[in-house]
C-alpha cells in the first residue's frame, strides 16, 4: 500500500493590509504598481460575527451581532498598514480566496491572526463538514482554552453590550455641527469616496458622517446612472488623489474637527492625523486645490500652510499643476513693499501715498470692493452704462461711502503704513492701470478692518486666478463675520446716501450770522484748490462750502482744463503753494473762524488745522504776503512777524528780496512838484503776457543777440544733442527747439512734470509747454551773456477784471506794440518788478498806455501820494475823459465804486 503524497504547501506572499471587511476578512494590497492590486482574503477554518450593514445597502440585519465590532477592531489595530505574509487559494466554485495571514516576516516566527482571533474569544472555528487538518485541530483547542477561560464572547458578560448603537443618519445635521464645531473627536475613517472626501464614524457615540475635508478639492469621479463612480470616466489623478488619502487613512484612528454644513448636507471639516493634516499633505503634493468658499471657516495659520503648498506645487508644477502659468507678473523689490504715509483717501478702496522720495503713488486695496450704487446695474439702448443724475457726488450719494472714507480717514491720514502691492491691475475700458496692495498699520490689516465692519466687500476670483490680495482668506473671513452681524452694506435695511447742501451765494448770506456767532466750527478739508483756498465738508450743517484764508495774498495754482474751461498756468510759488497747503490740510479735521463771504458764496476766514493758522503758516513760508485787511484783523502781529522772518530768510517770493531804505518823514503840508526823468531807449517788444507785463529788447543788443543765437545753432548743426539725455531741473538754463520755427534757444526751466517742462525763452519772453526730448544742455560759451529781454510792466494802471475788456485791452496793447521799433522810459525801479511808459516817436505824446486808458481799457491805480507826479495826473485826466464818454469799462458808469477788495483773495 503507498502512501499519498503531501500537498503542497504554496510559498506565503507578501502585501499590506488595506482594509478590515469584517471579522474575518481583509483587503490586501501587493507591494508594487501604482496602484498595486488588491485581494480580498478569508480567514480559512474560522466565523466572525457579522458587522451591520447601511440602511439600503443590501438585505440583512442592520445592527452588529456581539462582539463584531470588538472583532473588527482588534484586527483594524494589529493589521491595518502593516506588511504581512499569507498564503491563499481559491477553492473551486467559489467567489473569494482563503487563507491565513501571518503577521511578521518570518513565517516560522510570524503571529498566525487566526490563531490570535480564537485565542481571544473573538470568532468561531468551523467544526462541522469540514475536513480535519493539524491547523484546523490546532484552531480547535485554542477555541476550547478560550472557553474555559471565559474570554471574549465566552465570557459572561451580556451580548447586549456588545452590539454598537449605531447612528447612520443625524435628523439635525446642522445642529450637530454647531454643537461640536471646532472640538477634536475621534474618529474611524470607513470610506475614501474621493480624494477629499470620506465617510467616518465618530466615537465613542458612533454616528456616521460623510466629511469633505476643508479649505481644498480633488479630482472626483463621475458617476453612473445609479451614481456609483464610473471607471469608464476617468479624471486625471482622481484615482492617485483617492489611493494617496487610502494609504493612510483608511480605518486609521485620527481626530476630526467640524465646521459647518454645506448645501448637500455634508459637514465640512477637517481630519488630523500624529503625523500630519492630510489636507496640506495632499495641496503639497498637487493633487488638491484651495477652495475659496471652504477655506473661511479654517483658522488662519491652517490657511496660510495651505496657500503655501499650494504655491509650492504651483512652482514644481506638480501634477494638477503641471500646466500651469502664472497670470500675474511678478513684482519684487522695493516696488513689492515699501513704507509710505497716507496723503489722501480716495473714497472708500484708495489711497495716494508719499514715498521717501517726496514722490507720489495712488494704489487700491486689494481684493475689496467699496460700497455700490444701488439700482445702477445694466446698459442703456446702446450698451453704453447707464448715466448718473446730474450732480451725482458718490462720496455723499452712495450709502456707505462716506462711513468708508471716514473710517480710512481717520485711521490713516497722515500716517506711516506698510504696503505690499500683491497685483497690478492692466488698463481696460476707460480705466487706467491699478496698482493693488494690501496696508497694514501697526500689523493691521487696513482691508480686513474695512470688510468687517460691513463698509466693503470681498472680490470673488475664479479659482485659477492669482491676481489677489496676499491676505484673501483673512477677507472672507471677516466678511462672513460682517454678515453674519449684518454691518453696514450686509444691513437688512436699505442705506440711505448722506444729505449734504452746497453752500452757495443766496445759501452763504443766510448762513453768515450764524457762523459768525460760533467763533469756531469744525469742518473737514475735501480738497484743496490752491494754496489758499479750500473746499470743506462741514458735519455741523452737513454742507460744503468753498473757503479762502483771509488776511493774505497766495500765488495761483496751476489749473487743468475744466468742462468749457481751458488750463491756466499759476504763478510763481503758485503749485508749490498748493502742494505745502494740501499737505497739511487735505483730509484733516480743522477749525474754522468764518468773517464774511465774497459775491459767488465763498467764505472769508482763517483756519486752523492742529491748532495752527494756515494764513500764517504760508507767509511764514514765503509762500503768501500779508494783504491789508490782514494788517487790520487781530492776527496782524502774527502775519507782520511771519512776514519779516520770511523776507529776513529770503523765502521763495521774497527771494531777491532788498529792504527799503527807511525815508525821511515828509514835514511839509504843502505839495512838492517831483520832476519826471526822461530818458528814452529804442526797443522792441517782444512779448506782451496775459497780466499786462512786456519782454523787450534794446535795438541796440539785437544784432548782439542773433549773433550769440546763430552760433549755437551751428554748434548744435554739428554735434546734434541726443534726444533724453538731458534731465532738467527747475531752475535750469540750457537750450530748447522752439515749436514754431523748430530753432534753439535758450531758455530757463520753470516747471517739470510727466516728461514735460515750462520753459521761459529768457531772450524775448515767451513761455512754452515742450517735452524734455526738445531740451539740451546749454555749452557753457552760450551761458554767460545775461537775457536780452527784460520785463516792465505798465505803470499806474491794471487790466480790467472782467474777462472780455481784459482780452480786449491786451489785444490793442498787442497791436499797438507790434511795430519795428518804440521807445521807452523807465518810471519806476521797485523790487523785482519795474515799470516803464512806452512811446511812437521820442517827443513823448504817443503814449501807448494813456492811449489805452482813454479808450477805456485800463484802470488807473488809486495812489495816495503827498507828491505831485506829472505822468499819474495825466493818467488820471485820460480816465476821467474815458468816463466821462463811457467809453468800454466805464460803459454803464463808474465802476470803481464796487470795486473794494475783498478779504485777501489771493487766487
Not at 515799470?835 to 477805456?856: F, N
Request: charged share 30%; aromatic share 8%.
Amino acid at each position: 500500500m503507498t502512501t499519498p503524497a503531501p500537498v503542497p504547501v504554496p510559498a506565503p506572499k507578501r502585501g499590506i493590509v488595506k482594509q478590515i471587511l469584517s471579522g474575518d476578512s481583509v483587503v490586501i494590497r501587493g507591494l508594487s504598481g501604482a496602484p498595486p492590486p488588491e485581494k480580498q482574503i478569508a480567514f480559512s477554518g474560522i466565523t466572525a460575527p457579522k458587522l451591520a450593514r447601511r440602511p439600503g445597502e443590501s438585505s440583512g440585519e442592520s445592527k452588529d451581532e456581539p462582539w463584531a465590532w470588538e472583532t473588527r477592531e482588534f484586527l483594524r489595530k494589529k493589521l491595518i498598514g502593516e506588511e504581512v505574509l499569507f498564503v491563499s487559494e481559491k477553492p473551486p466554485n467559489a467567489t473569494r480566496e482563503y487563507g491565513t495571514i501571518y503577521l511578521g516576516k518570518d513565517i516560522n516566527t510570524a503571529e498566525n491572526i487566526s490563531e490570535s482571533l480564537v485565542s481571544e474569544g473573538l470568532v468561531t472555528v468551523r467544526r462541522e463538514g469540514v475536513r480535519p487538518t493539524p491547523e484546523l485541530t490546532r484552531l480547535c483547542e485554542l477555541e476550547d482554552e478560550a472557553k474555559r477561560a471565559g474570554k471574549g464572547k465566552w465570557g459572561t458578560s451580556p451580548s447586549s453590550e456588545h452590539v454598537r448603537d449605531v447612528k447612520w443618519s443625524l435628523e439635525n445635521i446642522k445642529a450637530f455641527v454647531d454643537k461640536n464645531e471646532g472640538k477634536p473627536i475621534k474618529a474611524v475613517i470607513e470610506h475614501v469616496r474621493d480624494g477629499s472626501t470620506v465617510r467616518a464614524f465618530l466615537l465613542p457615540d458612533f454616528h456616521y458622517i460623510t466629511l469633505m475635508i476643508a479649505g481644498i478639492r480633488c479630482n472626483g469621479f463621475k458617476l453612473d446612472e445609479q451614481g456609483r463612480p464610473d471607471p469608464s470616466q476617468k479624471i486625471e489623478f482622481a484615482e492617485e488623489a483617492k489611493y494617496y488619502v487610502e494609504v493612510r487613512l483608511l480605518q486609521r484612528e485620527v481626530d476630526v474637527v467640524l465646521y459647518s454644513v454645506n448645501n448637500s448636507n455634508n459637514i465640512i471639516g477637517s481630519i488630523l492625523h500624529p503625523k500630519g493634516n492630510i489636507a496640506e499633505n495632499l495641496v503639497r503634493e498637487g493633487f488638491a486645490r484651495c477652495v475659496d468658499w471652504s477655506l473661511a471657516p479654517l483658522p488662519s495659520v491652517d490657511i496660510q500652510k495651505l496657500r503655501l503648498a499650494e504655491s509650492q506645487a504651483k512652482s514644481e508644477l506638480k501634477r494638477i499643476w503641471k500646466d500651469y502659468q502664472a497670470r500675474a507678473p511678478q513684482i519684487t523689490g522695493k516696488e513689492k513693499e515699501f513704507s509710505a504715509t497716507v496723503v489722501e483717501v480716495i473714497n472708500g478702496d484708495a489711497l495716494q501715498l508719499k514715498l521717501a522720495n517726496n514722490s507720489f503713488k495712488k494704489v487700491f486695496l486689494a481684493s475689496i470692493r467699496p460700497p455700490r450704487e444701488a439700482g445702477r446695474a445694466g446698459q442703456d439702448e446702446e450698451g453704453k452704462p447707464i448715466p448718473r443724475p446730474k450732480g451725482f457726488r458718490p462720496l455723499y450719494d452712495i450709502p456707505w461711502m462716506f462711513e468708508a472714507r471716514e473710517y480710512l480717514r481717520k485711521k490713516l491720514i497722515g500716517k506711516k503704513v506698510h504696503i505690499v502691492i500683491d497685483y497690478i491691475q492692466e488698463a481696460r475700458d476707460s480705466f487706467p492701470e491699478k496698482a493693488c496692495a494690501t496696508v497694514t498699520i501697526n500689523g493691521k490689516n487696513v482691508a480686513e478692518a474695512l470688510v468687517s465692519k460691513g463698509l466693503a466687500t470681498v472680490v470673488r476670483y475664479r479659482q485659477d486666478d492669482d491676481q489677489r490680495s496676499c491676505r484673501y482668506d483673512e477677507l472672507l473671513k471677516a466678511e462672513t463675520k460682517a454678515e453674519k452681524s449684518q454691518l453696514g452694506v450686509h444691513s437688512k435695511k436699505d442705506g440711505a446716501p448722506l444729505r449734504v447742501t452746497e453752500i452757495d451765494s443766496a445759501r452763504a448770506k443766510l448762513e453768515l450770522a450764524s457762523f459768525q456767532r460760533a467763533q469756531r466750527i469744525d469742518a473737514i478739508v475735501e480738497f484743496v484748490a490752491s494754496g489758499s483756498r479750500l473746499r470743506l465738508y462741514i458735519p455741523k450743517t452737513n454742507s460744503l462750502a468753498t473757503f479762502l484764508l483771509g488776511g493774505i495774498t497766495c500765488p495761483r495754482a496751476t489749473r487743468a482744463a475744466t468742462g468749457n474751461l481751458p488750463a491756466s498756468e499759476g504763478e510763481e510759488f503758485g503749485d508749490e503753494a498748493l502742494l505745502f497747503t494740501k499737505e497739511k490740510c487735505l483730509q484733516r479735521e480743522v477749525s474754522i473762524q468764518v468773517d464774511t463771504h465774497d459775491k459767488a458764496g465763498n467764505f472769508i476766514g482763517w483756519l486752523w488745522v492742529d491748532n495752527v493758522n494756515m494764513s500764517v503758516e504760508l507767509v511764514k513760508a514765503g509762500f503768501a504776503s500779508v494783504h491789508f485787511t490782514g494788517e487790520k484783523s487781530s492776527y496782524a502781529s502774527q502775519l507782520k512777524q511771519a512776514e519779516d522772518g520770511a523776507k529776513a530768510q529770503k523765502l521763495r517770493r521774497w527771494k531777491n528780496y532788498v529792504e527799503e531804505e527807511p525815508q525821511e518823514k515828509v514835514v511839509e503840508e504843502e505839495r512838492v512838484p517831483t520832476e519826471r526823468k526822461v530818458n528814452y531807449e529804442e526797443v522792441v517788444v517782444t512779448e506782451v503776457t496775459n497780466e499786462g507785463t512786456f519782454f523787450v529788447q534794446k535795438v541796440a543788443d539785437g544784432p548782439k543777440a542773433e549773433s550769440l543765437l546763430a552760433k549755437l545753432r551751428q554748434e548744435f548743426e554739428a554735434n546734434p544733442p541726443l534726444p533724453g539725455a538731458y534731465n532738467p531741473k527747475r531752475g535750469d538754463i540750457c537750450a530748447a527747439k522752439f515749436t514754431l520755427d523748430d530753432a534753439w534757444y535758450r531758455v530757463k526751466v520753470e516747471k517739470v512734470a510727466s516728461g514735460k517742462a515750462l520753459v521761459h525763452y529768457i531772450d524775448y519772453g515767451n513761455r512754452e509747454t515742450i517735452p524734455t526730448t526738445r531740451l539740451a544742455s546749454l555749452p557753457a560759451a552760450y551761458s554767460a551773456d545775461r537775457p536780452f529781454a527784460a520785463e516792465y510792466s505798465m505803470p499806474y494802471v491794471s487790466l480790467p477784471k472782467d474777462e472780455e475788456f481784459k482780452e480786449l485791452a491786451l489785444k490793442y496793447l498787442k497791436e499797438d506794440t507790434n511795430v519795428a521799433k518804440l521807445y521807452l522810459n523807465v518810471e519806476s525801479r521797485a523790487a523785482g518788478q519795474h515799470t516803464a511808459s512806452l512811446h511812437k516817436d521820442q517827443s513823448g505824446t504817443t503814449d501807448i498806455v494813456r492811449g489805452l486808458i482813454a479808450e477805456g481799457l485800463l484802470l488807473v491805480d488809486n495812489i495816495k501820494s503827498r507828491r505831485q507826479n506829472k505822468l499819474l495826473e495825466d493818467y488820471r485826466a485820460a480816465q476821467t475823459e474815458a468816463k466821462k464818454a463811457h467809453l468800454n469799462i466805464w460803459e454803464y458808469g463808474d465802476i470803481t465804486e464796487d470795486d473794494a477788495k475783498e478779504f485777501g483773495l489771493g487766487n
